[in-house]
């Protein structure tokens, strides 16, 4: 049977904070090494189970970054059915 390893010893952890209604908005990147893997797994699960919105690329993350600068700088914001048809 194969072990799976668990979120790092000691409290709060990141998913204690999950799911305490500590975080907001979770951003949890794919790591090569298949142990931290594990880990944010659990991490992702615990944001889903919420649901916590969880964004598993940094692309992703910049677009509602990209969504709010435009609000501040008053740049319209349309859909993309409103931009394909301009």
């Given at each position: ?67 709010l ?5 008053s ?12």
């Amino acid at each position: 049977m194969r072990q799976r390893p668990s979120v790092p010893l000691g409290s709060p952890n990141l998913v204690d904070l999950v799911r305490g209604g500590k975080v907001d908005l979770l951003i949890n990147t794919v790591s090569r090494d298949k142990q931290i893997e594990l880990v944010a797994a659990q991490i992702r699960r615990a944001s889903a189970e919420l649901p916590i919105p969880c964004l598993t690329s940094l692309d992703i993350a910049n677009a509602p970054l990209l969504a709010l600068r435009s609000r501040r700088d008053s740049l319209p914001c349309v859909t993309i059915d409103e931009h394909v048809a301009a």
